[in-house]
């Protein structure tokens, strides 16, 4: 079954449904570079902590799909490569043909094993069980209805092996509300610069990122695009509510600034569930 946008309460309207289907085209060429500071290493130690702590899946061990990884939104896949260089069993998938494609190149460089889909969390089909899911970065925010959240957890749920975890990060709703809403941010690199304005809408709760970059090409020259991306904010009661829904037990969450607990300022924080027996996707 799919997800209906239609019957999604709160989700994009027609114009920024053709907008997001744009997402991450040009821009996944040049992701990488922007993402350069990105904390990746520090996100696999408590990735992999976190496994050890609650999860099921195991590094060097039996190929079973208990031990698989499942990394939902993995965009050009370095974190995806940085889990299975430390010996998990991966497998990647992102909505973005273009980012996959900068995955893949990637991964030939690696001769790496990891499987990479291009899939919509809404359409998430796998072929097995896996022990552990993750989504890094702010993916889950993409997702702007909580009926869609809940749909995507029932999925996530469903694809567990028994006993398995799910951990996800989220922006919340203080973050696009108090601190980047309605504000412009703007970044010169040698290869290329941005310019990032915020809109941010809040009845909806929905942050609109109107990103223009300008790219440096071989003769020189500047090449400029534009993408826009909508992000919705969430609280951890909303994201408890959801993953009790979706039949998932919550199991902690922390500030992803701080590490320690989660509190009415964090701006982003990791949420661990636990797969909580089987139900249909409705």
């Known amino acids: 079954?799919?997800?209906?946008?239609?019957n999604s309460e709160g989700g994009m309207d027609a114009e920024e449904k053709g907008l997001a289907d744009g997402m991450y085209e040009d821009?996944?060429?040049?992701?990488?570079i922007f993402m350069?500071?990105?904390?990746?290493?520090?996100?696999?130690?408590?990735?992999d902590g976190w496994i050890k702590e609650y999860g099921i899946s195991v590094k060097h061990g039996a190929e079973t799909e208990a031990n698989l990884v499942l990394d939902l939104g993995c965009g050009t896949g370095t974190l995806t490569g940085m889990?299975?260089?430390?010996?998990?069993?991966?497998?990647?998938?992102?909505?973005?043909a273009e980012m996959l494609t900068v995955a893949m190149s990637k991964k030939a460089l690696a001769e790496s094993r990891i499987l990479y889909l291009c899939q919509r969390m809404q359409d998430l089909e796998l072929y097995s069980t896996v022990g552990t899911v993750i989504s890094i970065c702010d993916s889950l925010n993409y997702l702007l209805s909580e009926q869609e959240v809940a749909y995507v957890f029932r999925l996530i749920n469903n694809y567990l092996y028994a006993g398995g975890i799910f951990i996800f990060d989220f922006n919340t709703v203080y973050k696009y509300?108090?601190?980047i809403g309605d504000t412009t941010i703007a970044e010169n690199r040698e290869e290329c610069s941005f310019i990032w304005d915020n809109y941010y809408d809040e009845d909806r709760k929905v942050n609109e990122y109107e990103l223009t970059f300008f790219v440096k090409e071989p003769d020189g020259?500047?090449?400029?695009?534009?993408?826009?991306?909508?992000?919705?904010?969430y609280t951890l009661e909303?994201?408890?509510?959801?993953?009790?829904?979706a039949g998932m037990e919550f199991i902690t969450a922390f500030d992803s600034i701080t590490g320690e607990a989660a509190g009415e300022e964090s701006e982003r924080i990791f949420v661990i569930a636990k797969e909580g027996g089987k139900a249909p996707v409705t």
């Not at 020259?221 to 992000?231: G, I, L, S």
């Open 1 to 6: 079954m799919r997800w209906d946008e239609e």
């Open 27 to 32: 821009f996944a060429e040049i992701y990488d």
């Open 36 to 47: 350069a500071e990105a904390p990746y290493d520090e996100w696999c130690r408590l990735i």
């Open 83 to 96: 889990l299975e260089d430390m010996g998990y069993d991966c497998i990647g998938i992102d909505s973005s």
């Open 177 to 179: 509300k108090e601190v």
């Open 221 to 233: 020259r500047y090449r400029c695009f534009q993408e826009n991306h909508y992000q919705r904010g």
């Open 238 to 245: 909303q994201m408890k509510g959801l993953l009790w829904q």
